[in-house]
């Protein structure tokens, strides 16, 4: 039973708009949750995180909001660029960390 | 720094055969990890560290072993192989680990691994 979902397996949008990449987990006992982004041939690398007390977290362009009654989590890229074209996983962390199936990302021109 | 690097980055197998793949990291991390990425799947954990000379397992450890000789190296065997391993290998390190308020992970590339 998968705990963290990512239901949108492919996302398009074009430079300049917004990026909202979404996220659903089903168990209330996390710590934190993070976003990794990967780019084709390389590993994940580490995007931006949010404590479970918090519920908005923004680091330039990137902004991660926590909805907890809906177990809901998302993450904003304003305005989005090509170089933003990654493959973009949740995870959860509550001692580990449980990744979601990622989200592929193309911005286009 | 070279941070986590992996070897090697491609690998074909056939059933039954074994392999090692090496992970190693410079940033004086306590902690590692393999991962396995699997299409649909996400990233899945296969077995950790949490210091020289420790492994513990993850959620996908079958067919798999680890060690973890010098704090540096993370090793992850595969005694026989099955094509149901066929996957991309990830490792990751990182300063902090389970028991902490957060652990950012640092990955390798990646090695791409095909049993035939």
């Known amino acids: 039973d998968q705990q963290v979902k990512q239901n949108s397996p492919s996302l398009s949008v074009q430079e300049g708009r917004i990026s909202i990449l979404n996220c659903d987990y089903t168990?209330?006992?996390?710590?934190?949750f993070l976003w990794y982004k990967k780019y084709p041939a390389e590993g994940p690398t580490f995007l931006i995180s949010?404590?479970?007390?918090?519920d908005k977290n923004e680091d330039g362009r990137f902004t991660v909001f926590l909805n907890k009654s809906a177990k809901h989590l998302s993450l904003h890229i304003v305005p989005s660029q090509p170089g933003d074209s990654a493959v973009y996983f949740c995870?959860?962390?509550?001692?580990?960390?449980?990744f979601g199936t990622g989200t592929r990302l193309q911005v286009t021109l | 720094n070279a941070g986590v690097t992996q070897t090697p980055k491609f690998r074909v197998l056939k059933t039954g055969q074994s392999m090692t793949l090496l992970c190693a990291q410079d940033?004086?991390?306590?902690?590692m990890y393999w991962y396995r990425q699997d299409p649909g799947m996400g990233l899945r954990l296969i077995h950790y560290s949490v210091g020289e000379g420790t492994t513990a397992k993850g959620e996908v450890p079958d067919g798999y072993n680890v060690s973890r000789l010098k704090k540096q190296n993370f090793l992850l065997g595969l005694e026989s192989a099955a094509p149901s391993q066929t996957s991309v290998y990830f490792c990751?390190?990182?300063?902090f680990g389970p028991g902490s308020s957060y652990n950012e992970q640092f990955f390798g590339p990646g090695t791409r691994l095909t049993v035939l």
């Open positions: 949010i404590s479970s007390i918090k």
């Open positions: 990751a390190s990182s300063y």
């Open positions: 940033m004086n991390h306590e902690y």
């Open positions: 995870a959860i962390y509550d001692g580990k960390l449980t």
């Open positions: 168990n209330s006992m996390f710590d934190y």
